[in-house]
């Protein structure tokens, strides 16, 4: 008997759960959507022996649960809902129907071209029969009016042989039986206990075969000849106690029956079943429970009697069928050539040869009816395999095994050992154990949930996941779990995490969820709804999933799963520019109720950078966002945080942009930090927010404007090598700054405020200083300039940048100076940060550093040395522009302050290529509702891609917020020229 797989045209994701086949060349197949939340039903068809499949009947809204035909052109279905449909020529189908007084049909089976015989599962098993071609239906048989009291139960199959003859069987042993066209129904006595019929055929009225899957036992068939007045019981070869059951059958001839059933396994008898030959399709279709892929190319994978192996990344898959009725469900893999494979009843099984050979190993319960479900090796010789009922076998020579006591009788379902002796173990009823050298302890996980998978990082991250969508968290190798959210309410059967803290999870209907920090979980389209049971992540651009039907879905399968993240942050060169990355979303966020303390993502799909390093480098990072408040009195706080392997998040720096002053006034943040990375790891660099203090009932907003579109909220992240990194000094200290005269620009902190660089050939500097400023008495402003000594020479003034104080007190604005310096190879110059009030200020404070720290919002000042040339292009006006009239809607060229309260001022970047229109690319709102002549250091940032030979033009624009036909607005802060300047920096990047 040879089998052959072939392609079927069944819309994605539907199950077929039944066949009928009226000729040679002619069969009909019905079926369901198998997908949680959503349900329909399909006939397809062939008229070529199976060889091509066409969809006929795709507008069901019904699972079509049964269909038979009479002859090739008549065909009955029924659904699941109690409603069948019909053809009378082989194509077209009629519309729904329902067949009155049935509420949950199973099966049904048409001898004849007017008689059919309908099974419904709901209540007592009932039966139905139709006379007239299904145009009308009537109750044949209910078995709660069974005058013989036989056995209770519902009727799951029928089948009819002849227009008298029926047999219907369902569970609870239950079979009945009509020789007289339905007028009287018999039930009869099996020799069989326990388990439930799931099938029969009939070859004539008087024999049929029955299967039968038996709760402890292997799959079972049942044969009559004498129109069911005996049973005989014959056993199918299926091969184990392990839930094998056949779950379909045919009998084409009288001697002859095939049996099909669960993982694949197809039994035949040619003799009447006195013999039963157990046979499959080429290649398993057995589910595929475990996976191990020790590097890239390697896996090797368990589907209960088969053991499978790729050497070439999971493209092709070679099989070794084991010559017993063992069943495998986990693997482990400690190097390319090692595995152990676990499994029932108590095997073990180990190749040294890369899977060519598989050794049969004892232990304590070999052969016993125990099942080990996980197994996990730290090396080619130690490894910790788990089961049922507190089963915990060790090995430490990778031959002898002995039982350990975890001190549990729990069903343990997944181990991970990290470490030498190290292991992690879950299961069932929220069970958690940890081995530490020879030493098992019990962790609370507050959930009584079945923990299916576990998956633990060098670093101690640990990942379980389970019933009903569960993931929890552990960061201390397991003594201590949280919950967290998966988004999805699927049982998940297993993940996989790399050191790096990347993280994939699989389940039930085709889950896949994907997690780059172990807490926000990802939805992935896998292009399957059937269940998933094993996952291998083997680096970040490989990664097997595996499950029903011996189903491997590889990276290109799945187009990548790993791939589907942002691209990476990339690495700059000595020689080049450096890689720029940047997250950007034109969405307005809002927060209410901040508790001002506990920081909040503001876009876990949007807003996030990114980075896999294979050498170390240095990452200079600035977050850019227009931020506001709905209700005076709250501040909004702006960080940039990193997330290094999986590890809990760590804040590298912040800003808060003033509430005090007024609502929907937005302040153009910006926040910036250097940070090192390292060849490895893994990092995620997150936006996230919150208020200054609790704001119980008030709301913050990210993005102004009155779209969407609003004004662009980024995160952008400049990859340098460490020998050209940018150099950077910062300090978390609050300043503070008494009686200014508002001429003399007074020194910060020269100490922790100032960098020292000596470039050897001629360079530029790429200059950015940013703080937050703010005043403890109202009228104001602070004034931020970078000043360069060269060669121990006086300090000269290269640019700053006006922060408002007419508005408030105690009310920070995010200030960011952004210039360039050009430097000689060979001289030394030291940049300072210095600061000022706008006008003479006696006895009045201002400050820089914002909080309640220390440690405070950091000051910084960061310094990008590139090598003379045309990059980065930098245009500079220390000019003050005006801008009166603007209609609020149309951008003229040019920058933001203020003169008319109420009236906020937008700028933005457009751009021009080849001499074509101007696009907008990013632009910022910089409040004016608050108060008048009261400057904003307003910052825009974008990346915008350019491609070689075409010329572009990038040009600084500005507006109005809403129409203001007699107000002005001004670029430009300082009591008279030169200006504060405004400045519009191009730095190219790859």
Not at 144 to 168: E, L, R
Not at 240 to 267: F, K, R, T, W
Not at 368 to 374: E, F, H, N, V
Not at 805 to 813: D, I, V
Request: proline share 5%; aromatic share 10%; hydrophobic share 35%.
């Amino acid at each position: 008997m040879t089998w052959a797989i072939v392609p079927q045209t069944a819309s994605a994701g539907y199950s077929l759960g039944a066949i009928s086949c009226p000729s040679a060349l002619d069969c009909f197949a019905s079926g369901w959507i198998s997908a949680c939340c959503t349900t329909g039903g399909e006939i397809i068809a062939t008229v070529d022996g199976g060889a091509t499949w066409t969809a006929q009947l795709t507008e069901a809204k019904d699972r079509m649960v049964g269909v038979s035909c009479a002859s090739s052109a008549v065909c009955v279905a029924v659904s699941q809902t109690g409603t069948f449909t019909k053809t009378n020529d082989g194509v077209h189908w009629n519309a729904p129907g329902a067949l009155t007084g049935a509420s949950i049909l199973s099966a049904i089976s048409c001898p004849s071209t007017t008689v059919c015989f309908a099974t419904d599962y709901s209540g007592n098993g009932r039966i139905f029969v139709s006379r007239d071609g299904a145009a009308s239906w009537t109750l044949s048989f209910d078995l709660a009016n069974d005058p013989q009291a036989g056995p209770g139960g519902h009727f799951g199959a029928v089948d009819c042989p002849t227009t008298t003859a029926c047999y219907a069987v369902g569970d609870s042993q239950l079979i009945a039986t009509t020789t007289d066209g339905g007028s009287n129904w018999r039930t009869d006595n099996v020799p069989v206990a326990g388990g439930f019929f799931t099938n029969v055929a009939c070859v004539s009225a008087s024999t049929c075969e029955i299967t039968a899957a038996m709760n402890n036992g292997p799959a079972t068939l049942l044969r009559t000849t004498d129109y069911g007045g005996t049973w005989l019981a014959q056993y199918g070869g299926s091969g184990s106690a392990i839930g094998v059951a056949y779950s379909a059958l045919s009998c084409p001839a009288s001697n002859i029956c095939i049996a099909v059933g669960a993982y694949g396994v197809a039994a035949r008898t040619t003799n009447g079943g006195n013999a039963w030959a157990t046979e499959r399709p080429a290649g398993t279709l057995n589910p595929i429970h475990g996976i191990s892929c020790p590097n890239a190319s390697t896996c090797y994978a368990t589907a209960f009697d088969t053991l499978m192996s790729s050497h070439d990344g999971g493209a092709h898959w070679s099989q070794n069928t084991l010559p017993t009725t063992d069943a495998l469900f986990d693997i482990s893999c400690p190097d390319a050539t090692t595995c152990f494979a676990v499994g029932w009843p108590g095997a073990i099984y180990y190749t040294g040869d890369g899977g060519v050979t598989w050794i049969s190993q004892t232990s304590p319960i070999t052969g016993a009816d125990r099942t080990l479900d996980s197994i996990s090796c730290w090396s080619v010789t130690g490894c910790i395999a788990v089961g049922g009922r507190g089963t915990v076998l060790e090995t430490q020579d990778g031959t002898t095994w002995h039982l350990e006591n975890p001190g549990t009788s729990q069903f343990l379902l997944s181990v991970d050992c990290p470490g030498t002796a190290s292991c992690v173990v879950v299961g069932g009823n929220g069970t958690a154990l940890t081995l530490q050298g020879s030493v098992w302890r019990t962790h609370k996980t507050n959930t009584t949930a079945f923990l299916a998978g576990l998956s633990c990082t060098p670093i101690g991250a640990c990942y379980a996941v389970g019933k009903s969508g569960t993931v929890l968290q552990s960061l201390d190798s397991g003594v201590t779990w949280s919950s967290v959210n998966s988004g999805d309410s699927n049982d998940l059967d297993a993940v996989s995490c790399l050191p790096a803290g990347v993280c994939v999870t699989v389940g039930t209907f085709g889950t896949v969820l994907v997690s780059f920090d172990g807490v926000d979980w990802i939805p992935f389209a896998a292009p399957t709804l059937t269940g998933l049971f094993a996952v291998a992540v083997s680096d970040l651009s490989h990664v097997e999933v595996a499950g029903s039907g011996a189903n491997i879905l590889g990276t290109s399968s799945v187009a990548n799963i790993i791939g589907s993240l942002p691209p990476d942050c990339g690495s700059g060169s000595a020689t080049s520019n450096p890689a720029a990355r940047i997250a950007s979303t034109t969405s307005q966020y809002s927060l209410t109720s901040s508790d001002g303390a506990h920081w909040q993502e503001m876009d876990a799909t949007k807003l996030r950078v990114y980075c896999s390093p294979s050498s170390s480098h240095a990452v200079l990072l600035t977050g850019n966002s227009d931020l506001f408040t709905a209700s005076a009195g709250f501040n909004q706080d702006i960080g940039i945080f990193v997330n290094d392997n999986g590890g809990p998040d760590q804040l590298v720096a912040w800003k808060e942009s003033g509430g005090f002053a007024g609502t929907f006034s937005p302040n153009a943040a910006h926040v910036q930090a250097l940070v090192q990375i390292s060849a490895g790891h893994f990092y995620i660099f997150k936006l996230k927010w919150k208020t200054n203090r609790p704001a119980m009932g008030a709301t913050i907003f990210a993005g102004a404007g009155s779209g969407p579109p609003y004004s662009p909220t980024s995160l952008l992240a400049k990859v340098f090598p460490t020998s050209v990194a940018p150099q950077e000094a910062v300090s978390s200290s609050q300043y503070h700054l008494a009686g200014s005269d508002g001429q003399t620009w007074r020194t910060i902190d020269l100490t922790n405020l100032a960098v020292t660089t000596s470039p050897g050939s001629d360079a530029t500097a790429v200059l950015g200083a940013n703080a937050d400023l703010f005043t403890a008495t109202a009228g104001y402003n602070q004034d931020l300039g970078v000043f360069v000594s060269d060669n121990g020479g006086p300090d000269n003034l290269v640019a700053w940048k006006e922060s408002g104080g007419f508005a408030g007190t105690f009310s920070p604005n995010a200030a960011f100076v952004l210039a360039t310096y050009p430097m000689s190879g060979g001289h030394t110059y030291v940049f300072s940060l210095k600061w000022k009030t706008n006008k003479s200020a006696s006895g009045v404070t201002i400050f820089a550093g914002a909080g309640g720290g220390p440690p405070y919002s950091p000051t910084s000042l960061s310094v990008e040395s590139v090598p003379t040339g045309v990059n980065p292009y930098s245009v500079a006006s220390i000019n003050q522009y005006a801008l009166r009239g603007s209609d609020g809607v149309a951008w003229h060229v040019v920058d933001p302050s203020f003169g008319s309260a109420g009236y906020n001022q937008d700028f933005g970047i457009v751009v021009s290529e080849d001499g074509g229109p101007s696009d907008l690319l990013a632009w910022k709102e910089s409040g004016g509702f608050a108060g008048t002549f009261s400057p904003n250091a307003a910052f825009a940032q974008t990346e915008f891609h350019m491609t070689s030979g075409h010329t572009y033009v990038f040009t600084l624009v500005w507006k109005t917020n809403r129409s203001a036909p007699t107000s002005t607005i001004y670029a430009g802060a300082g009591g008279a020229a030169p200006f504060s300047p405004s400045r519009l920096i191009v730095d190219l990047a790859v």
